[in-house]
């Protein structure tokens, strides 16, 4: 019997996971290697997660290409988006 994927990690280097489904807070996601993560926030379908501790002003990498930088600190199993994500691509100030 095959395990339903609840969220995608494309890149080894990767900080973020996208959710397959809804989470509600408090649920624990298991990563590869059997890690568990305990999630901070209601993460919706298509929404992102930290995989580990991104400090602020860290890239934000998805997919194996950066999207974002962090606008504060975020901790593992926190929700990852606008409120928390400052984006880089077509910004003339920043480099991708």
């Known amino acids: 019997m095959s395990e339903t994927k609840t ?3 494309m890149q080894q280097k990767d900080n ?6 809804d989470f509600e807070k408090g649920q624990v996601v298991t990563l ?5 993560l305990h999630l901070k926030n209601h993460i919706g379908f ?3 997660f930290a995989l580990c501790p991104i400090k602020k002003g860290a890239d934000i990498t998805k997919y194996g ?5 962090a606008s504060t600190d975020i901790a593992a199993g926190e929700h ?3 409120h928390n994500v400052e984006g880089k691509r077509g910004r003339g100030d920043q480099r991708v």
């Open 7 to 9: 969220h995608v990690v």
């Open 16 to 21: 973020v996971a996208t959710a397959l489904r």
């Open 32 to 36: 590869a290697g059997e890690q568990r």
């Open 46 to 48: 298509g929404h992102k």
């Open 65 to 69: 290409e950066v999207i974002g930088v």
């Open 80 to 82: 990852v988006h606008l």
